[in-house]
T-cell receptor
């Protein structure tokens, strides 16, 4: 079955380190998204991509970057991790517009920055 | 940009009762409104969605209503069961498929 996976599921790192969270989908979806989930804020969009080589900033993009070199993967990089980036991160994908815009979420990565 | 408000933040009901969660949105251009259920330790899972050309949609015990004029939409769960206990999120989307989420509602169904 097609699916969306994230790794690692849990990560502890130190302030200032670079961290990369992986997201892989096997639906061949064009659109991919990264969200962070914090108590009191729901889900907030970090970055998104509409296809290979396309990336866009979301609501809370400062301190994060993404790259899209193929359809299946959208890794999220924290250039220099900060304690404020302790959160649960979710990746999602969707086929695209025209009534096919349902977003499907991965299981999440819990990141702790000490 | 879009702003989505969700109420209540917590909701406790007795098994078999109905539960209603309400959301309002600010951008009149929003045209797609999904609802997600999130169980502990898992990612959000779509349970129902509605588009702006429809006023109501039902799927078994779950229904969603949309009032475009007032810019609000609601989730209705009838005959609640303990397994309905979870956090529910509403969202709104305009062209470009970007979702703006409400703050979530923790639903507790007491046996």
């Amino acid at each position: 079955d097609a699916e969306i996976t994230q790794s690692p599921r849990h990560k502890i790192t130190e302030t200032g380190r670079q961290v990369t969270l992986a997201c892989h989908q096997t639906w061949n979806h064009n659109n991919m998204f990264w969200y962070r989930q914090d108590l009191g804020h729901g889900l907030r969009l970090i970055h998104y991509s509409y296809g290979v080589q396309d990336t866009n900033k979301g609501e809370v993009s400062d301190g994060y970057s993404v790259s899209r070199s193929n359809t299946e993967d959208l890794p999220l990089t924290l250039e220099s991790a900060a304690s404020s980036q302790t959160s649960v991160y979710f990746c999602a994908s969707s086929d695209g517009g025209g009534g096919r815009d349902t977003q499907y979420f991965g299981p999440g990565t819990r990141l702790t920055v000490l | 940009g879009e702003n989505v408000e969700q109420h209540p933040s917590t909701l406790s009901v007795q098994e078999g009762d109905s539960a209603v969660i309400k959301c309002t949105y600010s951008d009149s251009a929003s045209n797609y409104f999904p609802w997600y259920k999130q169980e502990l330790g898992k990612g959000p899972q779509l349970i129902i969605d509605i588009r702006s050309n429809v006023g109501e949609k039902k799927d078994q015990r779950i229904a969603v209503t949309l009032n475009k004029t007032a810019k609000h939409f609601s989730l209705h769960i009838t005959e609640t069961q303990p397994e309905d206990s979870a956090v529910y999120f509403c969202a709104a989307s305009t062209a470009g498929n970007m979702l703006t989420f409400g703050g979530g509602t923790r639903l507790m169904v007491k046996p």
